[in-house]
């Protein structure tokens, strides 16, 4: 079964549109959930969140979890080509990371 | 979906032993894998890229005699840590890449204590 669930798996958005992507997930011993950009091979952190209705804020980039319902956004305002990117997901539970399977980004000049 | 079986998930022992962690595809065929050590500050660092049939690409800084990976075949890669100590405790994770959609697919990790 799938513990992490990423959607959409794939979008397409000109540059200056607004996206948000989301994570869902169903754990046990939930202890934070994370962001990461892809673009090469290694991810790059961009977010984590442990609690619940808190905002995280990085430039265009902004995050929230819900724990009550199991999920959290991933905000991009004003896209730009450089944003274009695979966009994961993990959950730390217990001893473990699960990861979604990304949403692929890409943003049209 | 795609499916990376990592194992084991949990290894405790003692300073001195080698550790192998097994990385597989399950429902795919992967040429490449990735190995990654997970740090405090929940940044992922690449240790090694993994290519079947051939010797593995280790990133700077990564010592290739102490961490020995092995890509037997198109589905399983290995990262030995040998002799391990303390400061080798982490978190591994392993990632494999689909050799028809390129995309990849992590696993869920192995947590590793050196006493």
């Known amino acids: 079964e799938d513990k992490v669930v990423q959607s959409p798996l794939s979008l397409v958005v000109h540059e200056g549109d607004t996206v948000t992507l989301n994570c869902s997930y169903e754990?046990?011993?939930?202890?934070?959930l994370l962001w990461y950009k892809q673009e090469k091979k290694a991810p790059t952190f961009l977010f984590m969140l442990?609690?619940?209705?808190i905002e995280k804020k990085s430039g265009r980039l902004s995050s929230i979890l819900d724990k009550k319902e199991l999920f959290s956004i991933l905000n991009i305002t004003a896209t730009q080509t450089g944003d274009s990117a695979v966009y994961l997901c993990?959950?730390?539970?217990?001893?473990?990371?699960?990861f979604g399977t990304g949403t692929s980004l890409t943003v049209i000049p | 979906g795609a499916v990376v079986s990592q194992h084991p998930s949990r290894v405790i022992c003692k300073s001195g032993t080698s550790v192998k962690i097994e990385c597989r595809s399950l429902?795919?065929?992967?040429?490449?894998m990735f190995w990654y050590r997970q740090f405090p500050k929940q940044s992922l660092m690449l240790m090694a890229t993994?290519?079947?049939?051939?010797?593995?690409?280790?990133e700077q800084g990564v010592e290739k005699d102490k961490f020995l990976i092995n890509h037997a075949s198109l589905t399983l890669s290995t990262l030995t840590v040998t002799s391990a100590h303390p400061e080798d405790s982490s978190f591994y994770i392993c990632?494999?890449?689909?050799?028809?959609?390129?995309?990849?697919?992590f696993g869920d990790g192995t947590r590793l204590s050196i006493l």
């Open positions: 442990t609690s619940s209705g």
């Open positions: 993990a959950v730390e539970a217990g001893n473990q990371f699960y």
């Open positions: 990632s494999a890449q689909d050799r028809r959609s390129l995309a990849q697919h």
């Open positions: 429902d795919f065929q992967a040429t490449t």
């Open positions: 754990v046990t011993n939930f202890r934070s």
């Open positions: 993994s290519n079947e049939g051939s010797k593995a690409t280790y």
